[in-house]
């Protein structure tokens, strides 16, 4: 009876006439990659059937309120109407021709999408996926320095083909296979989990339960005010920025280590450094302001190029900014994206320097479906109702919202350890106890998460240890949605501490 009421939705989804559940799953038995039985996420699995915009209807009619967006993908909302109408229209037009004809469709979405980047990121490549836009970002990088060596960081996801499945660095994504060539993982500068960070660290709305060991006034904060217009409707956000010349000493402390491990891992000499600008699969994890500014100079004297993987921040997803390298005002020599540039559609690129590019031109790079006719009229929509249902600013408004109330909660559960992100790419991360901050176990993660989704929602888990919740919903989410999901999340931590 106490059980959080779902928002109103005026969608009706049609009625569901499909296959029966046991025979899904037992073709997903017989026939599909074994790996998927692993991973059905939930002890009772989801049999979805329909979506529209945040929701998400199973077989059996249930609605439930999408916070993870088919893994920070759906950017825009489930069958968005403008994105399903460039999709049917295009459909009926040309579907496929390969670039090796001149269409308009890629021209026009890559004069778009290059109107988006600073220079000199400007030449396009076009791919189908994530992974694949980061193993020929690797390529690029190897070819145009003339080195080989790569560091990512631990706790990282870049992609699970054999090439970038070297640059991953998280234990369930790797096989005991010669992937890692090349590849060298520093220690994450995560100011939440790491054994260096404090109270000012992150650009985020809500900041770690951990003291600052900075001198007093060091991390200082000046607080402005903005003025957003966005179709006629002005808000007035406040954003707090630190002071450029204070000196983070957690940042100090993990610039330290990158260069311990440029001292003992890597030749003098090396090809890239691949960052997100905040971890997804990792769970959030912010670096403290700063360090990629220092880190980005660091690795260029070393000859290497600097790579942000934005398949997952990319987009407007961080509210503050269209990509999420610019929260940490840097330009990198290359971006990769994928995810949320298509709402769902399979789609990838790479963006870099005329430069670079050039070095790639010794032999062809033939894709025969990168840059197809139907994936470049759907991202083009993206970009287009982006702009037109302002979603970047609804992701900072509520992402906003969202994370400063569950801060509250918090401030009230000694099990949850971290509130993090920035817009609406959010981890909770969940710990046996504030003090230990020791990761929460497995068991005690799925028991929370099925009773979350057994009252409505889905959310997804990630971290090195599958300790952190994330939230990474279609960005047109609402207050109202919000509020309801906090309801449902107070609830699952209250059942679960009344279990125990
Ligand atoms: C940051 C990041 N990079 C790359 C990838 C790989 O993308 P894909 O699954 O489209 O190959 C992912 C996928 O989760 C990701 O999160």
Not at 229 to 240: A, G, P, Y
């Amino acid at each position: 009876a106490d059980l959080p009421e779902l928002p109103p939705c005026n969608f009706k989804p049609d009625e569901y006439k499909g296959m029966s559940k046991g025979q899904m799953m037992e073709i997903r038995r017989q026939n599909c990659n074994p790996v998927t039985m692993k991973i059905t996420y939930y002890k009772k699995p989801m049999f979805i059937h329909q979506g529209h915009m945040q929701w998400l209807w199973d077989v059996d009619g249930r609605r439930y309120l999408d916070l993870f967006a088919g893994v920070a993908t759906v950017s825009l909302g489930h069958c968005h109407p403008k994105v399903t109408a460039a999709a049917q229209k295009q459909l009926k037009t040309l579907w496929h021709t390969t670039n090796i004809y001149v269409h308009p469709t890629l021209h026009e979405y890559c004069e778009k999408l290059a109107s988006y980047l600073p220079d000199p990121l400007k030449v396009i490549y076009l791919t189908n996926s994530g992974s694949e836009a980061n193993d020929l970002a690797m390529l690029m990088a190897r070819l145009h320095t003339g080195n080989f060596d790569i560091i990512t960081f631990r706790g990282s996801y870049h992609g699970g083909t054999q090439q970038t499945m070297g640059l991953t660095s998280n234990m369930p994504y790797k096989y005991p296979i010669a992937t890692s060539s090349g590849c060298t993982h520093t220690m994450c500068p995560d100011v939440f989990r790491g054994p260096w960070g404090g109270s000012h660290c992150r650009d985020s709305p809500v900041q770690t339960i951990r003291d600052c060991s900075c001198a007093q006034g060091c991390c200082k904060a000046i607080n402005i005010a903005f003025i957003h217009t966005n179709l006629c409707i002005i808000t007035v956000t406040k954003i707090i920025f630190f002071d450029p010349t204070g000196h983070c000493m957690a940042s100090e402390q993990y610039i330290g280590q990158l260069k311990e491990t440029f001292a003992t891992s890597v030749p003098s000499r090396i090809a890239g450094f691949f960052a997100e600008p905040i971890q997804g699969m990792g769970g959030a994890v912010q670096y403290p302001k700063n360090y990629l500014k220092e880190a980005y100079k660091l690795v260029r004297e070393r000859g290497g190029i600097c790579i942000a993987d934005e398949v997952q921040t990319g987009f407007g997803r961080t509210g503050s900014h269209f990509w999420g390298f610019q929260g940490h005002e840097v330009i990198p020599d290359m971006v990769t994206m994928a995810k949320g540039i298509g709402n769902g559609f399979p789609i990838g690129a790479v963006v870099t320097t005329p430069e670079i590019a050039a070095s790639f031109g010794k032999a062809y790079h033939f894709n025969t479906f990168g840059g197809s006719p139907i994936a470049c009229a759907v991202a083009s929509s993206v970009l287009d109702t982006i702009k037109e249902d302002g979603i970047q600013q609804n992701s900072h408004n509520v992402g906003t919202y969202l994370l400063t109330e569950l801060a509250k909660l918090r401030d009230q559960h000694e099990i949850i350890g971290d509130v993090r992100g920035k817009g609406l790419q959010i981890g909770v991360e969940m710990v046996t106890d504030k003090v230990s901050r020791s990761p929460l176990s497995p068991e005690a993660m799925s028991e929370i998460f099925e009773d979350i989704k057994d009252m409505g929602v889905l959310i997804g888990k990630g971290g090195v240890y599958g300790q952190t919740f994330r939230i990474q919903p279609p960005m047109c989410i609402t207050k109202e949605d919000v509020d309801f999901f906090l309801a449902v999340f107070n609830k699952a931590i209250n059942n679960y501490v009344d279990r125990k």
